[in-house]
């Protein structure tokens, strides 16, 4: 598939609902034919009625403009409703499409993006998309199709007058196609502008509380008015090219009109041409006019739509994470040992992140790394569950190497706390069973338990069916830690990461989310990442990085008495 074929990509996903369009078509084919005739009648009321004074005839002609009409309404109602429900149909399994690949894109890219540009293409993106394909596609084919049919008839009509029409032609041809490349650049100007705004505001909207505590409003404002006047400003240019195309292309028509009557007059003097056949010809060359205006209204709208289709898959484009090319396990039952074997990682090439990892941890013990902010901390847990791939070396686990797990059975026996605990929008009960979808309420309680937040549930009136609203706006900091230590521990992983889990918290609070932490980690191989030092001090271990290195190992006291970096960095936090 070409990245510069829209039209092939969205195609690619109407062939299994082929045969509804094949019936759409045809029953747009047929609503085109049956709206073409009412010209060609106009012929047999001046010849066959006006001037022959045919009653029979006159008869006729009013029945069947009744049934074409008749007939007109039922195959274009079946075209609409059958081209509609296959392109919504076609639009739903890209949006879903786009969705779950932009879930698996990997972390460096959804980083790198903004959230709200993202969105965008999942709404505006998509629902401009929806638009062409429901509506303007079905519209633009439908014109095609009328203008090719009264062309077909002018052509039976009288020949010579329609090779005066063939020679405008060419040239609406040429503006046609001019007009095509202006308006999709145009087009995808408009929707580049339109999630900039999406991301303009939605990133304002998240960070409200910052932007009142710095008193920024009218810095925001000025902000989205700009995304805002750009937009328009690029919407105008659309709109200019597509009024300037249309105008100048009608003026082309109406001269060719004006040219046909004055042939056509002079072929009627002649006797070549009878009245009816040139009132005809002419009705033709007027109702084409139509169908032609309206092609160039949906130029816009299709260009736009085309634009939009790159932008989506543009997006689907983007790698996912690594796949599991190298899997070679295939059920994951580990027992919790992990070795970091000479590992180096980079984000960007030319920046080191960590620098010849080796770590050799057994089961079920307990290793806190600490460091400077900026170290590589995070780096290395996240590693572990393969959200990034080191540049160089390897991590096992069990003595495998991690790639050769399936990604998702991998994960499964991996629990995660992070320091930011974001939880979903639902019940108590829905975010400590997230994922697991068999997961029974005694399960669920006992992850509670484990997390120390079972008391507190027990206090709502509707325990833990109580709505915690979004992002878990209704908890305190410490309530939402440790209903996300219950979520990591309902799985019963083997290896539990704590990625500054409760750096966010105050001291009370800390050691109230501690007592869970460690209730957790018991019979678990357990990272503690760690930027204060009062989490870490039970550790098995603990492994000071600093610029992507181990410089120091031991247990608290071991690196106490030895004094450098730990010792000086805990005398900087309690003061001694």
């Keep these: 598939m070409k990245k510069n074929s829209p039209l092939i990509f969205v195609l690619s996903y109407a062939k299994k609902y082929s045969v509804k369009l094949i019936l759409a078509m045809l029953f747009m084919l047929a609503s085109s034919g049956l709206n073409v005739l009412p010209p060609y009648l106009f012929k ?49 399994d890209i949006r879903i499409a786009l969705y779950d690949h932009m879930q ?32 303007t596609f079905v519209d633009l084919m439908f014109n095609l199709v009328t203008f090719c049919g009264m062309f077909a008839f002018i052509l039976y009509i009288n020949w010579k007058l329609t090779c005066l029409i063939i020679l405008v032609l060419p040239v609406v041809a040429f503006m046609l196609s001019f007009a095509a490349k202006r308006l999709r650049k145009a087009g995808h100007n408009v929707q580049e502008h339109l999630a900039d705004i999406t991301a303009t505001a939605q990133e304002a909207f998240s960070a ?20 805002n006047h750009e937009n328009f400003t690029a919407l105008l240019q659309a709109v200019s090219i597509q009024g300037i195309l249309a105008g100048v292309i009608e003026e082309f028509l109406i001269v060719a009109l004006a040219i046909v009557f004055w042939f056509g007059g002079q072929s009627v003097i002649n006797g070549t041409l009878t009245p009816g056949e040139l009132i005809s010809f002419t009705g033709y060359i007027a109702f084409m006019v139509q169908p032609i205006r309206s092609i160039m209204n949906q130029m816009n709208t299709l260009q736009t739509g085309m634009a939009s289709a790159e932008r989506i898959y543009e997006m689907l484009e983007v790698p996912i994470e690594t796949p599991d090319v190298q899997a070679k396990v295939e ?33 079920g013990e307990k290793i806190a790394i600490v460091g400077p902010t900026g170290a590589g ?33 991998l994960r499964r026996q991996i629990g995660i706390v992070p320091q930011e605990c974001v939880l979903m929008k639902g019940t108590i009960a829905f975010n400590i069973a997230y994922g ?68 966010s918290l105050d001291i009370a609070v800390e050691r109230q989310v501690q007592k869970a932490l ?27 990085l600093k610029d992507g290195k181990f410089i120091q190992s031991g247990t608290h006291e071991e690196l106490l008495q030895a004094g450098g970096f730990y010792a000086d960095l805990y005398g900087m936090q309690f003061g001694c």
């Design 436 to 503: 697991l979808k068999d997961a029974d309420m005694n399960k669920i309680i006992e992850a509670a338990e484990i997390a120390d937040i079972k008391s507190f549930i027990e206090t709502l009136p509707e325990k833990y069916e109580a709505e915690i609203g979004e992002r878990g706006v209704t908890l305190s900091g410490g309530q939402r830690q440790r209903i996300a230590i219950a979520r990591a521990v309902i799985r019963d992983p083997k290896i539990l990461i704590l990625d500054e889990a409760t750096s």
């Design 518 to 544: 460690n209730q957790a980690m018991k019979g678990r191989t357990s990272f503690i990442i760690a930027h204060r030092l009062t989490t870490v001090r039970e550790a098995d271990k603990i492994l000071v």
């Design 331 to 363: 059920h994951v039952k580990i027992s919790g040992a992990v070795k970091f074997d000479n590992v180096y990682f980079s984000y960007d090439e030319g920046q080191e992140v960590l620098s010849g990892i080796n770590l050799d941890v057994k089961a």
């Design 104 to 135: 698996r894109m990997s972390l460096k890219k959804i980083y790198a993006s903004r959230i709200g540009e993202l969105m965008s293409r999942i709404t505006g993106d998509v629902a401009t998309l929806q638009n062409l394909v429901t509506s």
């Design 377 to 409: 901390k995070s780096t290395i847990a996240d590693l572990i569950p393969r959200f990034y791939e080191p540049t160089s070396g390897r991590i096992l686990i069990d003595g495998v190497d991690i790639r050769d797990y399936p990604l998702k059975e």
């Design 208 to 227: 409200i509380r910052v932007v009142r505590s710095f008193a920024t409003e009218d810095e925001e404002l000025e902000r989205f008015s700009k995304a």
């Design 44 to 92: 047999s009321i001046v010849d066959d009625v006006l001037i022959s004074k045919d009653t029979f005839m006159l008869n006729m002609i009013c029945i069947s403009i009744v049934i074409i009409f008749g007939l007109k309404a039922v195959t274009t109602y079946f075209q609409r409703y059958l081209m509609n429900e296959a392109g919504q149909r076609v639009v739903m």
